[in-house]
């Protein structure tokens, strides 16, 4: 297993298209996190799956934000009706199912640019 | 959540040690220390945690205060490929948030060869 991997890597799109990004993370990881860094910031928390349950959403996803984690296996961030705000790096994380000791292995993310 | 605070940037000189501060005085019993870095144009990389005791591995020690309430991330010999904002988050290790990370700015390290 060569860690997560997440496509695309870069994404431009203009105003108001539709976009979906996957990641696949390490395959024995029951969870899988989404996050988005903004320049000179750090990453911010969008959600959270253990298997297949998708267990917290932070407020920052709002309705044109959609996650799923079919079969407990890859994931896949869509977001509809992009608006230029929405330009960032999107991160993909995964972790096993045991106790906060253990660290993320994050992807190496998809920029989006909204144009 | 507890928040911890880190300078915003620093520099160090390659082969020199660096010490890396972080203070999180409102620390609780439940909360691990981590850090994690993340270099140019790649995601976030676990680097150490801690929840007491200093620890090493190979790439960094961790060194934690008697209190709880400060840490410090050292890395004994800084090289070009070190170069990174790092971060320091406090992780509970029980309740019902323990999965989450929290990521502040973090500490830009400059190395200078």
């Known amino acids: 297993d060569t860690g997560v991997s997440q496509d695309p890597r870069h994404k431009i799109t203009k105003r108001g298209q539709n976009v979906t990004f996957r990641c696949d993370p390490i395959?024995?990881?029951?969870?899988l996190y989404w996050y988005r860094q903004t320049l000179g910031q750090g990453p911010e928390f969008l959600t959270y799956?253990?298997?297949?349950?998708?267990?917290?959403k932070s407020r920052l996803l709002s309705d044109r934000f959609s996650a799923e984690r079919p079969k407990g296996s890859f994931s896949t961030l869509e977001i509809q009706r992009t608006e230029q705000g929405d330009s960032a790096m999107y991160l993909c994380?995964?972790?096993?199912?045991?106790?906060?000791?253990?660290?993320?292995?994050f992807g190496s993310g998809t920029r989006l640019t909204v144009v | 959540d507890a928040k911890t605070t880190q300078p915003n940037s620093m520099e160090s000189n390659e082969e020199e040690p660096v010490h890396l501060p972080c203070n999180h005085s409102t620390i609780s019993g439940t909360d691990y220390i981590h850090w994690y870095r993340q270099l140019p144009s790649q995601g976030p990389e676990y680097v150490i945690h801690g929840l007491t005791s200093n620890v090493n591995n190979r790439m960094a020690s961790l060194a934690i205060a008697e209190d709880r309430k400060s840490s410090t991330l050292i890395l004994h010999r800084a090289t070009l490929r070190d170069a990174a904002v790092y971060y320091c988050i406090l992780r509970k290790f029980s309740g019902g948030s323990n999965y989450k990370l929290t990521f502040g700015k973090g500490t830009l390290l400059t190395v200078n060869p």
């Open positions: 395959s024995e990881h029951n969870r």
């Open positions: 799956f253990q298997n297949e349950a998708q267990l917290e």
């Open positions: 994380a995964s972790s096993l199912l045991s106790a906060a000791a253990d660290g993320y292995t």
